[in-house]
Nanobody, 126 residues
Framework: QVQLVESGGGLVQAGGSLRLSCAAS????????MGWFRQAPGKEREFVAA????????YYADSVLGRFTISRDNAKNTVYLQMKSLKPEDTAIYYC???????????????????WGQGTQVTVSS
């Protein structure tokens, strides 16, 4: 059974930093693209960042570009999201996702992701 488990969320003041982790089990995702999405109260789930299986390609939403960094440790079957200069508008539940098909590059549409974690809450206070 495939599981993605996020951790690292919490409450932080504006300007602070957090590092989210997503540990995968039940399948090796080293060759598959993985991504982070988020959903704020009353809003639709939105793309945040993605990284290809080869780690060659990364892509970020404009709203987080320059502040967030996605990375992965394939030996640990884990993907990370380093978040800096956090803003109140970054407050959301953050979800980790993994594709189930081998493809090059990354994709921004959540429909391309086959596996999802339960999410971790990130709250940024002003």
């Amino acid at each position: 059974q495939v599981q993605l488990v996020e951790s690292g969320g919490g409450l932080v003041q504006a300007g602070g930093s957090l590092r989210l982790s997503c540990a995968a089990s039940g399948r090796t995702f080293s060759s598959y693209a993985m991504g982070w999405f988020r959903q704020a109260p009353g809003k639709e789930r939105e793309f945040v960042a993605a990284i290809s299986g080869s780690r060659i390609s990364t892509y970020y939403a404009d709203s987080v570009l320059g502040r967030f960094t996605i990375s992965r440790d394939n030996a640990k079957n884990t993907v990370y999201l380093q978040m800096k200069s956090l803003k109140p508008e970054d407050t959301a539940i953050y979800y980790c996702a993994a594709e189930g098909r081998l493809r090059t590059g990354v994709r921004l549409d959540s429909k391309n992701y086959d596996y999802w974690g339960q999410g971790t809450q990130v709250t940024v206070s002003s």
